[in-house]
């Protein structure tokens, strides 16, 4: 019997089923997952350049910071040298339930360390603003942020037209601040991020897993392949081997 949810892609640490490449379609809410993959493909492949500058906070990590204890987060965030890296992006999400990942609405908290704050992009004005507080607060000590000067700044930024883009934005948001950031491009992110090009979005990343999976697939069908080839070759020398000689006089 065929799985009814298959599994598409396989990345890193990110498992992404079909169910999950669905959501890239409109009208629906992109989940956690999605935005994790993003996340991981963006420090992985796309921004690996920088990846020493840069830090990008899944969705269950953060959801993890916001309910755990200080003194737990600690032996957790140590790995990830928080304090070395110049921008620390932070996937918001409005979530109260302890239990799973994922509310009503996500926005995107970034630490800019040469300018000493917190910057907040909500694709609704300002929605999930006590959430990215009290995300700043926990996270403070650990990017060593020194708190006296510590700013929270709320963006101006793009505002979406419907209601289930937030998460789109996020990933839009982030990845234009990225390039902004340390690639040096010179557009502000209201300059390139809108309601079409997050609608391109969803299309780029849908195209984006599909190769990927594609790319998957194939080397894994070569890897069958040579091992079929080797196994081949392994079992004819073994009856070459076999041969009786026969003597000559």
Known sequence: MADKDPIVLNFGDSLLLKSDLELLTEP???NDKLIGFAYEYYEREQFNHSADRLALLSPSLVQIIRFAEAGDLHVLLESLSLPAKQFVFVPVNDNAD???VGGTHWSLLVYVRSKQEFQHYDSASGNNQAVAKRLMDKLQPF???PKGKLKFVEMDCPQQEN???CGMFLLANTEHLIREFV???SL???DVVSQNSVQDKRREL???ISSLAKEAKDHQEHDSSNVATDDLSSKHKGQEQKQPVVATS
Do not use: H
Request: aromatic share 10%; net charge positive; glycine share 4%.
């Open 143 to 145: 990017v060593q942020a």
């Open 28 to 30: 629906n809410w992109i």
């Open 183 to 185: 690639e040096c491009v």
């Open 188 to 190: 502000g992110v209201r």
């Open 163 to 165: 209601c289930y883009d």
């Open 206 to 208: 849908t195209r984006l």
């Open 98 to 100: 302890t239990s799973r």
